[in-house]
């Protein structure tokens, strides 16, 4: 068999290597090279790529017989031109010395990839795609996000704050990577266990499963994309007025290869600039090669956890692959009663329509169940937390939520020529749950004497949300050379429906001990340091949503987002990125009590009469749109190949369209801008990410109250001082009113981001970070002692992040051995707040409207230590122990009020994992 070598200008037939191919320089791949090779056969095209990168290519004369390419031009890394020259041939590359082999995919390394050409021989000395490192894209996915398989704590190559692959350095924003292989470390499961484990995120618990809140430099974050596409709404809302229809969706980890995440405003991309940030996940995906991996899980708190994950190729000569995730997890919790269920199955399949076309489709079905609730430690008057053991939980076994997720999922990608792709995103999601039981908690603790420590319970009830989202994206990217530069530019628009078809709230009133009925909003008092959940019956049988429906809502949000993206390079180090975006939204709602007549009678709750639902197309409409004026400036210098500085603007628009002045005028939109500036840089092997960064944050326009509603008359009442702030207004024909624009209004957020993640040395990954944050609020926003209060008091102003881990070499006598050591860490948080005096408390709450006691109350820093220890068994099979609380620290997750929501930390507990991949 004939064999041709392709050197600069040399072509040599009859099976002998040319030497200045053995005497030839490494070649890595990494090189940058310009090259102009046009379209048409592939073995003179082959022939003159060598000619033009100066590469010797080395191949059987019969490999290139029949085949053709498209050609590439530009200027480039060899391994990205020789990919794009490859692309749809079939054929794969290995990097060898001072020459690259071409072999036919599906050879000797049992390599098979359509479609996509796949590199042999790459930096790791694995397969990767185009445009992969040795932390990102090997794993034998479509995916070059994809961190599966390599072993590492950082990723070069990020969707978020993007709509193309990225690496950390290129970047223009602090952004954060959670890898696969960190989430098996630390045995992250859920998305809040990520949240707390990601640089610069306050976890705020509510209690109810999926409710839990996380915030960035002072502002909750509300958005989460999949896979980079328009993002989905989570929390209460997206700016004044714009409810997200109730969606709390508990995010298992098991579906995603990795978390990405962005902080600061990123309003270019995801319409509205909110300034705490976009959360990023992506998807496992369907792999060219078959792989079964198994994980059973056993922990404290009879923990039970298996997961299943296959894929492969399903036929068509390998061009149809599909995933089939299946998860459950059953556990009770350090604290009293509660026990939670989750049962989730997924299914991805992926076909190669053509050589340069990929279509994606998925399903994934998830149900949860929990069994009782979660109340938090009260506290006394003076603000002391109530001396109660940490599994203290005031609540009852037949407390319930359930929640049923139905996600499906699309994706159309196209390549078009060397330089473009265009893509089609497309998600539709469906959430029904149930929650019922008792919406409990502590009255005022008074003092230490049990006899006057009190428990408020206000009332049994259920709410059954049904929620719906859909999320629809087009991308097109690309790049062409003008000023003998690279210059890309990203095009597209998103669509996004949040629904809530219908939230029923049922309150059947309330039942004191042996379940006798009481007035729904009565009181009773018992000891807190013996708490008795038998003290209320089960009250299933005469709770009938169909009979008690008191109050229901709806709303339906439709948002619209076009943008433009364009990364300019006037000369070779330096990047000028700007962007624009249009976007329009509408918001249609109502939320009207039924209940017309008594709530209870003869001593039996209930409601005796129920009004007629309102047609929903006659709520109150509210809509806005924006043009981003300025537009995002970020400018970008490489000071060299491994390091770059940024500095830009960003800006921030939220609307307030809900909010309306005394007229009935909607206020005009809150605005803003994120200022950020920073360094990151990359190592030489492409394997270890430092970033430092400082912002400044400012907001503008928010509504404060002027007016108050009076209800007796129907009208506003503009007599009395202002409120100074949104919770003045009053709900007024479902519009807040009275509200006005203070222009001397300002409030700030600024700090900086440092963070490292990556590979030290061989064998040793390292995920550390440092956040310093400090926010002011608006002027008028004053503590007790007349400084200026900050945005959340509960988020702490310093927090630092630690992971670390270690595997002993091949040869040492502690092969096989992993060893893992973390820690996280905050300052002080504190709440201030009012009381409502004990001689104004009545059965129906607090007789006077202004509380006059003050409260002031701390909660000390802490850091919390882990560790872990695994063992390689062989290589199919590793065992994993992680300790959480290693020292056993009594400390709280999140800080509440004197009533509740104070809610301490897990304990000192144990997790052993068993992973087998075969």
Partial sequence: MALLVRASALAVAGGLLMPAVAQAQSVSGDERVTVNVPAGPLGPALEEFGKQAGVALVY??????????????????????LVRLLSGTGLTMQFSGGAINLVRAGGEGGERVLGAVRV????????????????????GSRDVTATEGTGSYTSNALTVGSKTAQSIKDVPMSVSVLTDQQIKDQNITTLTDAMQNMSGVTVNNAGIPGSEEYYSRGYQITQVQIDGGAAQILGSSMGAGIQSGRYTPIIDMSLYDHVELVRGASGTFNAYGDPSGVINLVRK??????????EFQLGSWARHRVSADVTGPLGFGGKLRGRLIATHQDNDYFFDITHSDLNILSGTLEYDLTPTTLLSAGINYQTHRQDGARTGIPRYLDGTLVDLPRSTNWTFPWVLSTQENLEYFGQLDQRIGNNWTLKFKGTRISQKGLSEGVSAGSDYVLTSDLAHSAFAKYGLGAIAPRTKQMQYEITLDGAFRLFSQTQKVVVGANYSMADQGGSAEYYGGSLAANGIPTNPFARYYFNPFAFDPSILVDPTGWMDPSSKSFYVSKQDVRIVNAYVNFEFTPFARVRIVSGAHYSAFRSRGYSYDLCTGAMVTNGVPGCTAVGVQPNPRNGQLYKGQQFSWPPSVVAKYDFSSNLTGYAGYTDIYQDQSFYRTQDGAPLPPLTGGNFEGGLKWLSPNKKFNIAFSGYYIRKKNQALGVCDYDPSTDVPDCTGPASGSPSGGELVNQTYCCYAIDPNWRETSYGVDFEVSGEIRKGWQVSASYNWNKTLSAPGGLLFDGKR???QSFIPPQQFRFWSTYRFDEGSPLDGVVLGFGARGQTKTFVTTYYCPRESVTPNGCSVSIYLHPVYFTDPGHVIFSASLGYKINDQLSLNVELENLLDNTYLSTIGTLGSNNYYGSPRGAIVTLRGKF
């Fill in 120 to 139: 042999q021989g790459s930096q790791d000395g694995g397969s990767s795609l185009a445009g992969a490192t040795p932390v990102n894209g090997i794993n």
């Fill in 285 to 294: 995906k369907p792999l060219d090669h078959a792989q079964l991996s198994l």
């Fill in 789 to 791: 209060a900050p945005l």
């Fill in 60 to 81: 059987p004369a019969e490999l290139a017989q029949g085949l053709s390419t498209n050609g590439v031009s530009g200027t480039m890394s060899v391994q990205d031109a």
